[in-house]
């Protein structure tokens, strides 16, 4: 006799046993969480390469200026403009940069000189500016050069983060010369050193010179070329260039 208990126990008996479709079931119940990590890691992977970048474009501004004897306005942002290199392959345009120049003596700081590229500036010229304390010991009667990076950072997935992510860098460096005056008024004129002067005087010498070598070049043709009957110009049977027998004492000539 056919007992419906024993049919339905056999039947789920059956179904426990059989193992078909089951490493669909696991792919299935395991891949959400395998995109979600893969995701996950490639966001916080790109931000963790950015910041990176960050830190070296403020260790680079900062060292840059640091180096310098005098320096204006305009020569930061020309040193900002190097982390166009650095920041490759993300895009610099984002990034935001500020540069601020500290007078330290003794526990005192004050500010010289501020500029800053896609960012507000935090400091005025004669402010005073917080420092760390073991810096004030190393940096007394110098100057001190602070570079600050920041950028706003988009998820690509957001699968991790679902805003945006504000990373930034800080850094700081002691000046390298012992000068008396350093950094720039709020015009960006310069101040201290004469770097521009030189670069002037060095740009008009180098014209007198490239001029005075035009005069004396005219003065050889306009003598040279009375008396000589046997030169048919260029190439000619007097040699052409260079006198008689040419570059090199051989004939360039098309008569030769």
Known sequence: MYEPRQGIAGASARLLRNQKGIAAVEFALIVPILLLSYLGATDVTQGLAIDRKLGQVASTVSDLVAQEGSITRDEV???????????????????????????????????????ARNWEIDASNGETYELPSDLLTLSDERYVVVAEVSYDYSPMFGTVFNSTVPLGQRSLHVTRKDVGEFGFPPDGSPTGGGLIEDVVDAVDDVVDDVAGDEDEESGEDDGGSAGDGDDDGPGGPGGGWGGPGGWGGGCWGWRC
């Open 77 to 115: 942002h020309a040193f900002f403009q190097s982390g166009i290199a650095i920041m490759r392959p993300f895009d610099f345009e984002n990034t935001k940069l500020r540069l601020t120049i500290v007078e330290v003596n003794g526990s005192s700081t004050e500010v010289t000189g501020a500029t």
